[in-house]
């Protein structure tokens, strides 16, 4: 079991530029969850998804940002026209649908705005 | 007022002590508690799960206390490779979302 995947880890992009985090959930877990890291400060939930399905999305920007989960692939989370303040780290998590044990997180991606 | 709050330290102990990290949540609803543990620039890896009748895992002890909104992670005979941020979790309303508090830094020295 490979654990959560999250590509690239390390993202760059000029303002301006789209940025497209990957995540692949653990094995037999169906719930995908986004979080966002900015620097010195804790970690702020973004969106949660299930296969195709947004279930609650109150903590994504109401501009620029957008998250998919489709039937086949990774969950996508989609920054558009990046400003310097996305820079940050953002980290994937998933779960079983119980969610009793807790959440288990990917190794982050990195994005930087230049 | 933040719906979890932490002292954010840091906390330096020398190796062997024993050390007790508090936490405080604001939502009364507040159904699942965690802590987790952040390594420098990875990602938060949890823990253990905080019940009210205590919960122990080798060396840590995680405790909550629901009339005071109070959680607390005790570590005993403190290791060098126990230096790391923890943060204090708890979902509220719903199970889906994790709320963090900013966490606080440990340094266990020689």
């Known amino acids: 079991n490979a654990g959560v995947m999250q590509n690239p880890r390390h993202l760059v992009r000029r303002r301006g530029q789209e940025a497209r985090l990957r995540c692949s959930p653990m094995k037999g877990h169906s719930h995908v969850y986004w979080y966002r890291q900015l620097p010195e400060e804790g970690l702020k939930f973004m969106v949660y998804l299930q296969k195709e399905n947004i279930i609650d999305e109150s903590g994504m920007p109401k501009e620029r940002f957008s998250a998919e989960f489709p039937k086949e692939g990774p969950s996508i989370l989609r920054i558009q026209q990046v400003v310097r303040g996305d820079s940050a780290a953002y980290f994937c998590?998933?779960?079983?649908?119980?969610?009793?044990?807790?959440?288990?997180f990917g190794s982050g991606t990195r994005l930087t705005v230049v | 007022r933040k719906e979890v709050e932490q002292d954010p330290g840091p906390f330096n102990v020398p190796e062997g002590a024993t050390v007790a990290f508090n936490c405080t949540y604001s939502?009364?609803?507040?159904?699942?508690f965690f802590w987790y543990r952040q390594d420098c620039r990875k990602e938060p890896k949890l823990l253990m799960s905080?019940?009210?009748s205590g919960n122990e895992d080798g060396r840590f002890t995680a405790q909550l206390n629901r009339a005071s909104q109070y959680i607390s992670l005790l570590i005993r005979d403190s290791k060098l490779s126990d230096s790391a941020t923890y943060l204090c979790v708890v979902t509220t309303g719903t199970a889906s979302k994790l709320t963090f508090g900013t966490g606080t830094r440990l340094q266990v020295t020689l």
């Open positions: 998590a998933s779960s079983t649908s119980d969610r009793l044990y807790g959440y288990t």
């Open positions: 905080v019940y009210s």
């Open positions: 939502n009364s609803a507040s159904q699942s």
